[in-house]
């Protein structure tokens, strides 16, 4: 097909990959190096922040019991050979910073959206190819002053493996994140170097979000018209806008907090506060509800900037494998606007019981349940995709339907912690805790698994092995419900979250079994990732060669070698001729036609 | 090994993936609601209400579980005979088909009216609590949150709290809320860091923080507030059984955070006015014997 010049816009304009070894994989401005650098960071992150809930569990299972192992690796966190309350709430600070950031919003937007989007749209590159790389650069340096505030005592040689990073959980409240070292351990150095790590996440997301939003609307190939774009796309441009106006709010929030502690200000600290023993007098006339209002305003699009790219890629890959079009095009597309814009009124849904009106309450609650709708909407077409389909179950497939499922069990618990009234028990219970990990957690993850094994032949030329990544899909789909159901009853039991152990509470007894049941379950389900990151390794060096489109899919990133050339599509620019999904065409010689097909029978509208 | 080899190994793929959908759909149905079915007894639950509007909130809390129930199941149950019904057979070709405006505007409009009646029935018991003042009779105390411990403020004899002020807080010499040492007011308060309260009468706590963000939470109550440094929030309920509850933190306030927890002891109000008109002394020589009175 390179052959095919199109008399207008088929100049070949070839631009030649760069040779060094450091431009071309290290300071590459390819966004498909980039694309892959990103999923590998993110990959890195995922199993960091999977190995701390690992230890976490050993903590919950048995409180207090002595494990040599813990001893060899802390020997002063855990010089007993038990965690202490700091070291568990150091490592659920960094399982839930490194989640979030560097895993939910890395991998899916910028690994798959920096190398996908480009090509789907049919375009050679991303429209700021350098501000692209100073993203990623910029990620990777969070990432290690993030991982750098875990082991900051490691610059006291005394000191070595006191590993007491910040204490304060992903949305590190403030006063607490915001007095220092008085707050107690874990509050110095180790928050300023996690508000430093955040900030930089801040600018680089900011960075990343600008770059989306114009290749899309700026890049599209001749023919890709809006309503021709795969909903990955759609997904993708979402995203980016609720980044681009939701990072500046955290952005401004860190700098404020790193204010408070270095240059004495009072943002968040008001006056007479009274810690170990003597009264505060350097700060005064702040508002201790103030960082919670700017956190979650940033905090909850960020909920969504981490599901939409795996809303998109679900309903493309369902589309794919029941060779069907996706049910209701238009409605998906407006569901994620709907998704993208009621998420900026409800971030006060996090803060019922925190102290604002109570008034406001009622309000956010209301905005809360409507933004159920469109989520309801979104299930009902991916039912409605699926239903009437010729179902090839290929292990993207597989994720893609455990994706729905988990999406649904995840969503509707929202349905209770959205009323103010049942919020009064359940609010910072594990109750919570199994929801978000259903929905923004696994499902968002199983997004990725998804996106992995549909993309990985594209990316790296080489077809997965099927056998272990159903292997893998099994155990993984059965090990994060056996895991996050449970989570829910212990938080009607009242169960709170971030407690370095549930023993100490009386009312508490009867969820210890429940606590062993869900660790051991935690370390099979952990244990079964092995098997994904031995199918990663194995398959990119004796996996079977990947065809151009060995799905037999139809968007644009099928159209070009495996893995694509430097300029993607070898200078000749693609020419779109319908909608994404038309699988199981009525009168065409095959099951589906690709974007780019010109004859066949024209496809009808979205709707 | 080509992609289609794969085919009869999918198809089966298909008929688990259904069956475990339903597994799960069963399964999560019995956690909530067949415990006793399941081990004979119910073992995982709220703990008993033992408030006036705990009632309320346990209706509103199954109401939202029938709905949740039974889309949750009808969702999971869709999902699962999708998948075992509609493997690929042969080369068959997919329903060729875009959506229907009819389906996307029905299923829209009922999920909107079932998520805003929930909505707005949710916001009832919130607005009882919140919303009115506490009545005129109520026995007011103050929660004074700090690392890692809950301090009471009582009112004493005179039924008045002593003015305080953070620069009379001082813990080594006991004034851990910082009561106004001239404060006439304050002279019959007490301070204890047990919370006891009178049984069938409201209560008014004003909830305050010495240094970060606490939360007051007791599970039987259904009641859970922050308390803020720099804030005093006032907030109201009516226990209605006798009895010793735990009150742990539900706000991340340091490293001890999960070791911080209190007592709150519910007893009959004649003893609690006669706890009120004691000396601080006399009313903390009491308190082993209360503690020890009721069981958890």
Redesign the interface.
């Known amino acids: 097909m390179a052959d095919v010049v199109h008399p207008v816009h088929g100049e070949v304009h070839r631009h030649p990959a760069p040779t060094s070894f450091i431009r071309k994989y290290v300071f590459s401005t390819d966004h498909k190096v980039i694309g892959i650098q990103y999923w590998c960071l993110a990959l890195f992150a995922v199993f960091v922040g999977m190995g701390l809930s690992l230890l976490m569990r050993v903590q919950l299972g048995w409180p207090g019991q002595e494990f040599a192992f813990l001893k060899t690796l802390f020997p002063i966190a855990a010089e007993n050979g038990t965690i202490?309350?700091?070291l568990y709430?150091s490592m659920l600070t960094m399982h839930g910073t490194i989640m979030v950031f560097f895993v939910l919003t890395t991998a899916p937007q910028g690994g798959f959206g920096n190398y996908f989007l480009p090509i789907q749209i049919g375009a050679a590159d991303m429209a700021f190819p350098v501000l692209n790389m100073l993203s990623f650069w910029v990620t990777f340096v969070a990432l290690v002053v993030l991982m750098m505030s875990f082991w900051v005592n490691l610059i006291n040689p005394d000191d070595m493996a006191n590993v007491i990073g910040p204490?304060?959980?992903w949305t590190g409240?403030a006063?607490?994140s915001a007095?220092g070292e008085k707050?107690?351990?874990?509050?110095g150095t180790g928050v300023v170097l996690w508000i430093s790590s955040i900030a930089l996440f801040c600018v680089a997301s900011l960075l990343g979000a600008l770059n989306f939003i114009t290749t899309m609307l700026n890049m599209r190939a001749k023919g890709m018209s809006l309503m021709r774009l795969p909903l990955t796309c759609w997904a993708w441009f979402t995203t980016a806008v609720l980044a681009l106006l939701s990072f500046p709010v955290l952005l401004a929030a860190g700098i404020l907090l790193l204010l408070d502690h270095l240059a004495l200000t009072s943002f968040f600290?008001?006056?007479?506060?009274?810690?170990?023993?003597e009264?505060v007098k350097e700060h005064a006339g702040?508002?201790?509800?103030l960082w919670q209002h700017l956190f979650w305003f940033f905090g909850h699009p960020e909920v969504y900037i981490a599901i939409l790219p795996g809303m998109g890629l679900t309903s493309h890959v369902l589309a794919t494998f029941?060779?069907?079009?996706?049910?209701?095009?238009r409605?998906m597309v407006y569901a994620i606007f709907a998704i993208g814009l009621l998420g900026f009124f409800v971030w006060g849904h996090h803060m019922f019981?925190?102290?604002m009106s109570?008034?406001s309450?009622?309000a956010f609650?209301?905005v809360?349940?409507?933004i159920?709708?469109p989520s309801?909407?979104k299930?009902?077409?991916w039912?409605?995709t699926?239903?009437?389909?010729?179902?090839?179950?290929?292990t993207p497939m597989?994720f893609a339907?455990?994706f729905?499922?988990l999406f649904?069990?995840g969503g509707?618990?929202g349905?209770?912690l959205?009323?103010?009234?049942?919020d009064?028990?359940l609010?910072?219970?594990y109750f919570v805790v199994g929801h978000f990990h259903l929905i923004m957690g696994v499902a968002a993850i199983f997004g990725m698994f998804a996106g992995t094994y549909f993309w990985f032949p594209k990316m790296f030329g080489k077809?997965m092995n099927?056998?272990l990544g159903?292997i893998h899909f099994?155990i993984t789909?059965?090990g994060v419900?056996a895991i996050f159901?449970?989570f829910?009853?212990?938080g009607?039991?009242?169960a709170?979250r971030?407690?370095?152990?549930?023993d100490?509470?009386?009312?508490l007894q009867?969820?210890m079994p429940?606590n062993r049941f869900i660790s051991w379950v935690a370390f099979i389900t952990i244990a079964g990732q092995l098997i994904f990151l031995v199918n990663l390794i194995w398959s990119w060096i004796k996996g079977?060669k990947a065809s151009d489109n060995?799905?037999e899919a139809t968007s644009l990133e099928w159209t070009i070698p495996s893995p694509p050339p430097h300029d993607n599509f070898a200078g000749i620019e693609p020419e779109v001729h319908r909608g994404p999904y038309e699988?199981?065409?009525?009168g065409a010689s095959k099951?589906y036609l690709m974007q780019t097909d010109s004859e066949g029978p024209v496809a009808?509208?979205?709707? | 090994?080509s992609?289609r080899s794969?085919?009869l190994?999918?198809?089966t793929?298909?008929k688990?993936?259904g069956v475990?959908?339903f597994i799960?759909a069963v399964?999560?149905v019995l956690?909530?609601i067949g415990q006793d079915m399941l081990f004979g007894k119910v073992?995982?639950?709220?703990?008993e209400g033992i408030s006036e509007h705990s009632k309320?909130?346990d209706q509103?809390?199954m109401w939202?579980?029938v709905?949740?129930g039974i889309?949750?199941t009808a969702?999971?149950f869709?999902?699962g005979y999708?998948?075992v019904r509609?493997?690929?057979?042969g080369?068959?070709?997919?329903?060729?088909?875009?959506?229907?405006?009819k389906?996307?505007i029905t299923?829209?409009m009922i999920?909107?009216a079932v998520?805003?009646v929930?909505?707005?029935?949710?916001?009832?018991?919130?607005?009882n609590?919140?919303?009115n003042e506490a009545p005129a009779d109520s026995a007011r105390i103050d929660v004074v949150a700090?690392?890692f411990q809950w301090n009471f403020h009582y009112p004493g004899a005179d039924g008045t709290l002593g003015k305080t002020?953070?620069?009379y807080?001082d813990?080594?010499g006991l004034n851990f809320v910082?009561l106004d040492p001239n404060d006439a007011a304050g002279k019959d308060d007490a301070q204890l860091t047990t919370l006891i309260i009178p049984v069938n009468r409201p209560v008014e706590l004003t909830l305050k923080s010495?240094?970060?963000?606490h939360?007051f939470?007791v599970?039987?109550l259904?009641?859970?507030?922050?308390?803020?440094?720099?804030?005093a929030?006032r907030v109201h309920f009516t226990a209605t059984k006798e009895g010793k509850?735990?009150i742990?933190?539900?706000?991340?306030?340091?490293?001890?955070?999960?070791?911080m927890?209190s007592n709150m002891i519910v007893i009959p109000g004649d003893e609690f006015d006669q706890l009120m008109a004691m000396s601080e002394e006399k009313f903390k020589e009491q308190l082993g014997a209360l503690t020890d009175r009721y069981q958890?």
Not at chain 1, 583 to 586: A, D, R
Not at chain 2, 43 to 47: D, I, Q, S, V, Y
Not at chain 2, 86 to 89: D, L, T
Not at chain 2, 91 to 101: K, L
């Open positions: 202490s309350g700091e709430l204490i304060g959980g409240y006063p607490l007095l707050a107690g351990p874990g509050q600290i008001p006056g007479g506060t009274y810690l170990s023993g009264l702040g508002s201790p509800i029941a060779r069907k079009p996706v049910f209701g095009y409605a019981i925190s102290g109570p008034y309450a009622i609650s209301l809360t349940l409507t159920g709708v309801a909407i299930t009902f077409n039912l409605g699926l239903w009437g389909g010729q179902i090839r179950f290929t597989l339907i455990g729905v499922s649904v069990s509707i618990t349905l209770f959205g009323q103010t009234s049942i009064i028990p609010h910072d219970t077809m099927e056998g159903k099994l789909f059965i419900n159901i449970p829910h009853v212990m009607m039991a009242g709170p971030r407690y370095a152990g549930h100490k509470l009386n009312y009867s969820i429940m079977p060995p799905w699988y199981s065409v009525p099951d009808s509208h979205g709707d | 090994m992609y794969y085919i190994m999918k198809e793929m298909g688990i993936t475990l959908m799960l399964g999560s956690l909530f073992l995982w639950w709220f703990p309320a909130i509103q809390f939202t579980l709905v949740v889309s949750f969702a999971q869709a999902l999708a998948v509609f493997g690929r057979k080369n068959t070709r997919a329903v060729y088909t875009h959506g229907s405006n389906l996307e299923w829209t999920t909107a998520f805003v929930l909505a707005i029935l949710g916001q009832r018991v919130w607005a609590l919140h919303l700090q690392q002020e953070a620069k807080i813990d080594s910082g010495k240094d970060v963000i939360s939470f599970p039987a259904r009641f859970k507030q922050d308390s803020l440094p720099g804030m929030i509850y735990e742990p933190c539900a706000e991340l306030c340091g490293n001890l955070h999960n070791n927890k958890y």
